[in-house]
């Protein structure tokens, strides 16, 4: 049984605005990742469900940037990244996540921290307590 919590996030000035429901049950687990966009937006992402994520603003006033995978969603008058959305068929199909960095009501930082290597594709590896290396030494180094 899961104890469904709605939290609320927002961008900087308010434009974006989101709500979301997280298992309260179980300890909160968002993920880092050493690909170039999520390093350059010092993002910690929390995945889930579509339905979980309930966009509560006007979405056609968002900034949106994505790749075949995913759509990330920008204000576009203070530039904060809120929320995605996509399908991978490696994460079980459609996702949205968020940027925990963007709820209003809940500190990042008691939220633990998995890590993934995503700049070297290493996705096989899975999640780990400590971050992957960004650059990776030379083999002739």
Same mark, same amino acid.
């Given at each position: 049984? !899961? ?5 609320? $996030?927002?961008?900087?000035? @308010?434009? /974006?605005?989101? =709500? /979301? &429901?997280?298992?309260?049950?179980? *300890? ?19 995945? %889930?469900? *579509? ?7 006007? +979405? ?5 940037? %994505?790749? *075949? ?10 530039? /904060?990244?809120?929320?995605?959305? @996509?399908?991978? +068929? =490696? ?5 949205? !996540?968020?940027?925990?960095? #963007?709820? &209003? &009501?809940?500190? *990042?930082?008691? /939220?633990?921290?998995?890590?993934? &290597? ?6 096989? #590896? $899975? ?9 990776? +030494?030379? #083999?002739?180094?």
């Amino acid at each position: 049984m !899961t104890n469904k919590k709605t939290h609320h $996030g927002s961008c900087h000035c @308010g434009l /974006v605005k989101f =709500e /979301v &429901d997280i298992d309260a049950s179980k *300890p909160l687990q968002a993920t880092m990742c050493n690909c170039r966009i999520c390093q350059k937006l010092g993002m910690r992402s929390l995945s %889930g469900k *579509p339905d979980q994520l309930r966009v509560v603003s006007d +979405e056609s006033k968002h900034t949106a940037y %994505g790749n *075949p995978y995913g759509t990330r969603y920008f204000c576009p008058t203070c530039g /904060v990244y809120c929320y995605g959305r @996509g399908h991978l +068929e =490696e994460l079980g199909g459609d996702f949205m !996540t968020i940027n925990i960095n #963007a709820l &209003d &009501d809940l500190d *990042p930082n008691l /939220v633990e921290i998995g890590h993934f &290597d995503g700049r070297h594709d290493n996705w096989h #590896a $899975g999640l780990r307590a400590t971050p992957w290396p960004v650059f990776r +030494e030379s #083999a002739t180094a």
